[in-house]
C-alpha cells in the first residue's frame, strides 16, 4: 500500500498524521519533510545528510546530537543542522519530531 503524502494546500494534524510510525510528510524535488517517532530506548543512530536540515520537536522529549554535542529538545524548541555533519537521536520516552532536509541542488 502507497503512503499517503500531504497535498499542496491540504492542512494535515501533525498530531496524527501518518499515526504511530515515522512517516514522509512531502516529499519533493528539493525538499522532503518527515514526521519522525523517536522511540524510547531505540536511539537513531549517527548519521549525515548531504544538505541542511531543521528538527522540531512536537511532543516528547529527547537528546539530539549534533556530533558528540547533545541537545536536549522539547515541545516548540528548533534546530538548525549544516548539511554533512553528523547527527543523532536518543530518548526515554516517546519523541515527536519535523525533520526538513534540504536535497543539495547540481548546479
Known amino acids: 500500500m502507497a503512503i499517503k503524502h ?3 494546500g491540504e492542512m494535515i494534524d501533525l498530531n496524527a498524521f501518518g499515526e504511530n510510525r515515522t512517516t514522509a510528510v512531502v516529499k519533493e524535488k528539493t525538499f522532503e519533510v518527515i514526521r519522525m517517532i523517536v522511540s524510547a530506548g531505540k536511539p ?6 548531504d544538505g541542511p536540515i531543521t528538527v522540531q520537536c512536537i511532543s516528547g522529549q529527547c537528546k539530539f546530537f549534533v556530533g558528540d554535542e ?3 529538545m522539547s ?3 528548533w534546530l538548525y543542522v549544516e548539511g554533512g ?3 543523532a537521536l536518543e530518548s526515554e520516552s516517546e519523541a515527536v519530531m519535523l525533520v526538513t532536509i534540504l536535497f543539495k541542488q547540481n548546479s
Do not use: T
Open 75 to 77: 515541545p516548540g524548541g
Open 44 to 49: 537513531v543512530p549517527p548519521h549525515k545528510v
Open 6 to 8: 500531504a497535498s499542496a
Open 85 to 87: 555533519v553528523v547527527h
Open 70 to 72: 547533545p541537545r536536549e
